[in-house]
T-cell receptor, first 116, second 111 residues
Framework: GAVVSQHPSRVICKSGTSVKIECRSL??????MFWYRQFPKQSLMLMAT?????????EQGVEKDKFLINHASLTLSTLTVTSAHPEDSSFYIC????????????FGPGTRLTVL | GEDVEQSLFLSVREGDSSVINCTYT??????LYWYKQEPGAGLQLLTY?????DMKQDQRLTVLLNKKDKHLSLRIADTQTGDSAIYFC???????????FGQGTELSVKP
């Protein structure tokens, strides 16, 4: 149980285009989903917290107009990187809160974004 | 402030025990977690411990928590080559709240 999927797993795009990444909780309902960014050999940096049906809460320094987050249902959250630039190239990982003991977060497999 | 620190590398021989250490600064931490990340993959939850516990054991994994010293450790018994990965400790202060991650410890298991 507690499986989280992400799509696509890898995407290469041209500078200036927008890219949408989907995060789905497959076997549970997630009222809260989180989006992280990870640079090579570094830890995860929380970008935003997404609650179903409400606006996402962004961490300091993260541009909300650049990284659009939509949490339309209890099993789906999307991150759209708008007008992507090479510096946006990174590994993006989502997680979903399953509730219950410890209210642990379960992570998706990540999406590798490369902007040319 | 919030800070979680880990040593960056650990190398052990197959069959030995591995001990990965983590320190944190937030005394109001409620849950502490260990995650495993293999190359190019997301994070896999290994285990967690509530802050009022001292120890938790789950098969080959043993978590020790010293709340006074704000020190958390993960011991992997009979380490296998498949255990080679990056291990992150993380803490949170409230249920459903944001996780604060350490830098990750890269475990290398040599045959």
């Amino acid at each position: 149980g507690a499986v989280v999927s992400q799509h696509p797993s890898r995407v290469i795009c041209k500078s200036g285009t927008s890219v949408k990444i989907e995060c789905r909780s497959l076997d549970f309902q997630a009222t809260t989903m989180f989006w992280y960014r990870q640079f090579p050999k570094q830890s995860l940096m929380l970008m935003a917290t997404s609650n179903e049906g409400s606006k996402a809460t962004y961490e300091q320094g993260v541009e909300k107009d650049k990284f659009l987050i939509n949490h339309a249902s209890l099993t789906l959250s999307t991150l759209t990187v708008t007008s992507a630039h090479p510096e946006d190239s990174s590994f993006y990982i989502c997680s979903a809160g399953a509730g219950g003991a410890a209210d642990t977060q379960y992570f998706g497999p990540g999406t590798r974004l490369t902007v040319l | 402030g919030e800070d979680v620190e880990q040593s960056l590398f650990l190398s052990v021989r197959e069959g030995d025990s591995s001990v990965i250490n983590c320190t944190y600064t937030d005394s109001s931490s409620t849950y502490l977690y260990w995650y495993k990340q293999e190359p190019g993959a997301g994070l896999q939850l290994l285990t967690y411990i509530f802050s009022n516990m001292d120890m938790k054991q789950d098969q080959r994994l043993t978590v020790l928590l010293n709340k006074k010293d704000k020190h958390l450790s993960l011991r992997i018994a009979d380490t296998q080559t498949g255990d080679s990965a990056i291990y992150f400790c993380a803490e949170t202060r409230n249920q459903g709240g944001k996780l604060i991650f350490g830098q990750g410890t890269e475990l290398s298991v040599k045959p």
